[in-house]
């Protein structure tokens, strides 16, 4: 491949700059160029995993994700780390959300389970049927994170401060005077009987 040139090539997706030379292709390296305040030749050398004169620094990969509003390259970078990239989903604040997420994560789990029967239905798993078992355990796991985010979005506080003070761990401890409901009275006199 020659410095200038960008060629569509068999990309990794643990590999941040194949990463970057693919959203480099896809969106267009002159607009990236142009975009960025770059010369084209430079933002291609730089987008060319194979070159060595020019670099693409965590600076330049940052404005390229936000630019082209791709996550390529960090989910590149967090698979080449042994994770993966999550983009948390917008706030929700449904119980029908919430099932929806279980249910989700029940089915994804189904389809990788049945991705690692199948391929020891005969006695070996082969490279290339560990990266299918990888990629199905992966979106596994985007799914349970996205429950979390589910989850925070339902996280109310309980109504009244005091409440919070007293029922911290389901017993009542202490009350302020100036609570409306005279919960310290109500021990006294329970704890009497």
Known sequence: MTKNTLKREALSCSDPLYAAHALGH????DKLAKDLFQQPGVMYNKLNPENDS????????????ELADDDRILSAWCHSRGGVFVKLPE???????????LLLI???MGIALAEIRDSRSDGVIT???FECISRELNKTVREVISLKAVVSSQVRELPC????????????????????????E???SAQHE
């Open 127 to 129: 490279p290339e049927e």
């Open 161 to 184: 401060p005091c409440l919070q003070e007293s029922h911290r761990d389901g017993v009542i401890h202490k009350t302020k005077l100036s609570d409306p409901f005279p919960l310290n």
């Open 91 to 101: 706030s929700v604040n449904c119980d029908e959300e919430l099932s929806d997420q």
């Open 54 to 65: 020019n670099h693409l620094y965590l600076r330049d990969a940052i404005h390229l994700t």
């Open 186 to 188: 109500f021990i006294k």
């Open 106 to 108: 029940s089915e994804q």
């Open 26 to 29: 896809d969106y267009g390296v």
